[in-house]
């Protein structure tokens, strides 16, 4: 699966790859279990195998599958600045309505 990110400013997650090599060096694309969870490695044992990831990531991709993941992150980043935008407006009319009021 190619590493595409369904943002309009990024469109391959090894974009945010490059900015952390240029700083720490370069990061292995295919990695051992203990470089990604380091010391926590060793607190869970010799015995841990990361069978949960393989049915979370199925699950992950059946929600993404069945919900239009740009337009809702779309929408939830639009509704959110609208809301912002809105309070702001009802705090400047506040401010407004005190300064006429001469208080």
């Known amino acids: 699966m190619p590493p595409w990110l369904y943002a309009g400013w990024v469109r391959d997650a090894r974009d945010y790859v490059r900015p952390a ?3 720490n060096g370069a990061i292995a694309a295919s990695v051992a279990m203990d470089y990604v969870l380091g ?3 060793a607190e869970m044992g010799a015995d841990f195998r990361a069978g949960a990831v393989q049915p979370g990531t199925a699950a992950i991709r059946g929600l993404v599958g069945a919900v239009d993941f740009p337009s809702f992150v779309g929408g939830l980043v639009q509704n959110v ?3 912002i935008v809105t309070a702001s407006i009802q705090q400047m009319r506040a401010y407004a309505e005190i300064a006429r009021r001469g208080r």
């Open 21 to 23: 090599e240029q700083i």
């Open 39 to 41: 010391d926590a490695l």
């Open 81 to 83: 600045f609208h809301a």
